[in-house]
Structures are given as C-alpha cells and as structure tokens.
C-alpha cells in the first residue's frame, strides 16, 4: 500500500499510528515509560517486544517510531532508527560498526564534526581511516582493502558542492565486502535516491531540510532491518543519544511540508546561482544544477534536482566576502542550512575556521567563498537582495 504511494503522499501518511481518539494529527506521546497490565506481561515484553510496545522511550516510543516509520517509507529503506542530532547518527553508525583494527575509507570533503569522528575518535579506538577525493573513483579503487569495513561520504560535500558518484564508489566497496555509508544531508530525502543507487546506510541530520524550521536538533539512521535492529539498535539504545518524542514530532510535522519547502528552495537556489554567475564581482559560483559545475552531469543522472545551497567565490576575498553579508536584507547570517529562511555563512572564519589555511585551500574554502542556504521566502526577493549586495561590495 505504502508502497504504491508517491513520496509526497508517504511524506503526508506514512507511519502514523492512531490511538482510541482517532485524533487526525499525530499524537505526542511524552512520556518514558509505559505501564503493564500486569507482571506477566512486563516480563512478555522483555522476552519479546512486539510491534506496536514499548518498554522505555531510548528503546522507542510511539512518537519516535512514527517519524522513523515515515522517513523510512520516504527514503525506500528497509527500517530507520532516529537519534538526537545528526551527529549521534554519523557517530553511531560507524561506531556500531567498526571495531579497532577495522580499516575505512572516507571522503576528505567532510562536515567538520565527521571528520572529528574518523580522526579522534575512531582513531583513538583502533580504527584506522584513508581520506581519498571522494569525486575521484581511482582514488577509491587504490585506497580500498581486503580489510576495509566500511567507505563513508557526504554524497554532496559541504561546502563546496562535489558530488560523489553513489553507484561507482558502491560498487567498488562492494567488491571487498565494505559496506557504504552515506551522509546525505545535501542532497536530501526528497532529491536523493541513494538507496537505490547502493547505499547501504544513510544518514541525516534531521535539523536541516527536515525540520526546515530552525527548531530541533535530530538526525536518523536508514538501512536493512539487518543493520537497523542487528547492529545499530542494540548500540544506541545502550548508549542513549535518543530522540525527544517533542522532536520527533516537530520533525513528523516537517516531513509532511519537506517536499513543498525543499523544491521552493531549490527554484530559489538555481536563480540565485543564475544570477550570481557573469557578475563581475564573482570568480566561481558552485551548484550542481549549472552546467559549469565539474560534475552536472552526475549531479543530474544522480539526484533529482540539485539541492538548495550555493556558494558563491567572491574575487575580492575576505574583505569583498565581508562587505557582501553585511549589506545582505533579508538573507540571515547564521551556520544552519536547509532551514526556511534563506541564510549565509562564510565557511573559512565560521564552520571551517579550525582547518590550516593549506587544508581550507585543498578543499576550496577560498576566503571570499559563502555559502547560501536558500529558504522559501519569494525568489525575486531573494536574488535582489543578492543583487543589490554584490553592488554594495
Ligand atoms: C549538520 C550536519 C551534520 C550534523 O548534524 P547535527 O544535527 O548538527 O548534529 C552532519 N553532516 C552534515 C553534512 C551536516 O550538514
């Protein structure tokens, strides 16, 4: 049934549960625990639980499941488990993986808290992890091993807008058994089909185009029931990062608009990186739907449109990049992304400020490079206010 459904009607339906009241929008079940009829049926729960019981809100809740039942009908995966940010989902599907001796390949183009993860944390465990060009497979062919458990990558890298090619680095990992980890925040559930295209897991964090409020930090975990309730449940629900049956219901809710909200924003975000293109404050503009883009094509034959960030190189560097944000109306400086307003951040001396200079270099972190996130305000809007910023540099 589900299954026949669009992904927006899924968006809209799927995973909701009704209680005795027939309420039409989704229940908030805030609570941790759940009463038994009895002692006999405590112990039955805990020898098995069934589908619909719960024994403990960080094993589950009625809240929680229905967003993880929704993003899972969304994506085409098997099951999800949800957690409290992105960065519990990251951290916890490679932790509940790996163990020390384990070998892994990565993308270097990562989110600045993953990498964190792959180099201290994996590290310090045992884990040892090669960082190839993620856009280039013979890299990845070279650096993966009869050992590798698994390759991990953000499909579209932050912030300068590389695509990985899903199905060519599947491939290659699946050839010595490595299973493939998707941070998919980029490109989102409603552009990405990467399950489809050989993922084996992937991640969100559900704070950006899934809530697309700015309210909650969430992120969920997709793949096989196998990963899911083999490998993931056992380890989360023991180490606790949970997710608020409040947040998991702001972000059942943002499911419901995600579709509406993610297409206005990539109409917004393809106009903005037409016009920014042959001004000639402007060295580079970086979106995966113009056709200068290094990798449009596999962007195209990969997503179904091109996401909803674009960054901009200004030829001025730091200063020009400065004076540009600072004249910007409407367009909000702050570090979130998929988020309705539309917002601007300067990567080099905000998200990416940590990195040498050399490494902010190899990775393209220009000093007049800015990221826009594109929200769902009006599109004229939005590229006059670019404009008439690019005009004040
Ligand atoms: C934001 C983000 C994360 C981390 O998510 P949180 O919800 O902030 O923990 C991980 N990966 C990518 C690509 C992100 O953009």
């Known amino acids: 049934m589900t299954k026949d459904w669009s992904q927006r ?25 759940f009463a038994y009829e009895n002692a006999e049926a405590a112990e039955a729960r805990f020898i098995e639980c069934g589908e619909d019981e719960y024994i403990y809100a960080r094993y589950g809740n009625p809240t929680v499941r229905m967003f993880e039942e929704r ?4 994506e085409g995966a098997e099951d999800a488990f949800a957690t409290a940010s992105g960065m519990a989902a990251v951290s916890g599907a490679l932790m509940a993986l ?38 280039d497979l013979a890299q990845w062919e070279a650096a993966l091993r009869p050992d590798t458990k698994a390759v991990f990558f953000e499909s579209v890298a932050n912030p300068t807008l590389e695509v990985v090619d899903i199905r060519g680095v599947a491939e290659l990992a699946h050839k010595v058994g490595a299973l493939v980890i998707v941070d998919n925040v980029f490109a989102s559930p409603v552009f990405s089909d ?13 704070t950006k185009h899934i809530d697309g409020q700015g309210r909650v930090l969430g992120g969920v975990v997709l793949g096989t029931t196998e990963f899911i309730r083999g490998t993931f449940e056992p380890y989360m629900k023991h180490v606790g990062a949970a997710l608020s049956p409040f947040n998991a219901w702001i972000l059942l809710k943002g499911l419901e608009t995600m579709s509406l909200r993610v297409n206005a924003q990539c109409d917004t975000a393809q106009a903005l990186a037409e016009a920014a293109l042959d001004h000639p404050k402007v060295a580079r503009v970086l979106f995966p739907g113009l ?40 367009v909000k400086i702050s570090n979130n992304l998929g988020d309705a307003k539309t917002i601007i951040t300067h990567p080099a001396t905000t998200t990416h400020q940590r990195l040498k200079e050399e490494q902010k270099l190899a990775l393209g972190i220009t000093r007049g490079l800015v990221r826009i996130s594109a929200g769902i305000e009006d599109t004229a809007d939005i590229v006059a206010d670019i404009a008439q910023a690019l005009e004040a540099i």
């Open 98 to 135: 790996l163990k020390a001796g384990d070998h892994v390949v990565a993308s270097k183009a990562l989110f600045g808290s993953c990498l964190f993860i792959l180099e201290n944390v994996l590290g310090k465990f045992g884990v040892e992890t090669t960082f190839v060009d993620g856009t």
């Open 71 to 74: 993003i899972a009908a969304i």
């Open 9 to 33: 009607t899924r968006s809209v339906h799927a995973g909701t549960r009704r209680s005795q009241y027939g309420e039409l929008s989704e229940a908030i079940f805030l609570t941790q625990g």
């Open 291 to 330: 056709p200068v883009h290094a990798q449009h094509d596999l962007a195209t034959a990969q997503m179904k449109r091109p996401g909803t960030v674009v960054s901009i190189d200004l030829a001025g560097g730091q200063e020009a990049a400065f004076r540009f944000i600072n004249a910007l109306k409407i």
């Open 194 to 206: 990467a399950i489809a295209q050989g993922a084996d897991v992937v991640v969100y964090s559900a």
